[in-house]
């Protein structure tokens, strides 16, 4: 056990509908990141936070958004979805600091169908 | 940018077989390196690490050495078991900037050991 906590594990959604993936990181971490792993694209690094404020982007599309809370669990939110959206989506937190390491929630599969 | 190279998969090794996953980097900076592994249905467990030159990360009978004049971090374990069967995944972090921990991963390697 990592101590991340994703919910739910598994989405069934229709196209065009918005979920939201939710992320507990482990106690003391304040840095959240979300990772998108799909068959074609591999690993893919969406949005960092750090204690709330967004530290870094990578290959996020502009239907997605993220944020961190004040108790620094992180939400993801995923709108006008299209089938090319079905993936797993982890989450994963750290200490920040330079040569962390990250610690990977199970992650959420989502289906669009 | 950033970017991990592994050998392609998949790999298929019969039990105690000597297993060696390539993989090589290209960065700015000195990053760290990380070996994740993926099981069946659940998420990547960091494997390995190392973070500087010349490092060894280990665990659980796998070993890599972070070498960095030929950009390498390769896989090694001298003697495979079913239960290494997984995807293994090859990683950095840009140790600079504000992106402090964010992984670039390579497209990872499936490996199946069979008894």
């Known amino acids: 056990d990592s101590g991340v906590t994703q919910t739910p594990k598994h989405l069934i959604t229709a196209t065009g509908q918005r979920v939201t993936l939710r992320c507990s990181p482990r106690?003391?971490?304040?840095?959240v990141y979300w990772y998108q792993q799909s068959l074609d694209q591999g690993l893919q690094f969406l949005i960092q936070?750090?204690?709330?404020?967004?530290?870094a982007k990578g290959n996020i599309l502009e239907r997605f958004s993220a944020q961190q809370f004040p108790d620094l669990h992180s939400e993801l939110n995923l709108s006008s979805l299209e089938l090319g959206d079905s993936a797993l989506y982890f989450c994963?937190?750290?200490?920040?600091?330079?040569?962390?390491?990250?610690?990977f929630g199970q992650g959420t599969r989502l289906t669009v169908v | 940018g950033n970017s991990v190279t592994q050998m392609e998969g998949p790999v298929t090794l019969s039990e105690e077989a000597f297993l060696t996953i390539n993989c090589t980097y290209t960065a700015t900076g000195y990053p760290s390196l990380f070996w994740y592994v993926q099981y069946p249905g659940e998420g990547l467990q960091l494997l390995l690490k190392a973070t500087k030159a010349d490092d060894k990360g280990s665990n659980k009978g796998f070993e890599a050495t972070y070498r960095k004049e030929t950009t390498s971090f390769h896989l090694e374990k001298g003697s495979v078991q079913v239960s290494d069967s997984a995807v293994y995944f090859c990683a950095l972090t840009y140790a600079g900037g504000t992106s402090y921990g964010k992984l670039t991963f390579g497209q990872g390697t499936i490996l199946t050991v069979h008894p």
């Open positions: 106690s003391g971490d304040l840095s």
């Open positions: 994963a937190s750290s200490v920040i600091a330079e040569n962390t390491e990250a610690f």
């Open positions: 936070y750090y204690n709330g404020e967004e530290r």
